[in-house]
């Protein structure tokens, strides 16, 4: 499952980040690592972007990103 199968108001954890480089780079310097929770607060009417908790702060993940990070 990745995050963005995951429904408003549950929260995961992350297994691993799929994707190389400068956008596996990306993911990680928000703060978004192997271990951390995942809180989905909202996701936007069309479903891009997703408005996640991570490490105590908001954030916005377009949905492409959040293919790439496999929770469970």
Do not use: C, F, Q, W
């Not at 928000?30 to 809180?39: F, L």
């Amino acid at each position: 499952m990745t995050l963005r199968d995951v429904n408003v108001g549950e929260t995961v954890k992350v297994k691993k980040i799929d994707g190389e480089g400068a956008v596996k780079r990306r993911i990680m310097d928000m703060g978004i690592t192997k271990g951390v929770e995942i809180y989905v607060r909202k996701i936007a009417p069309l479903g891009d972007p997703i408005e996640v908790t991570v490490r105590g702060y908001e954030l916005s993940v377009r949905k492409a990103d959040g293919e790439m990070i496999v929770v469970e």
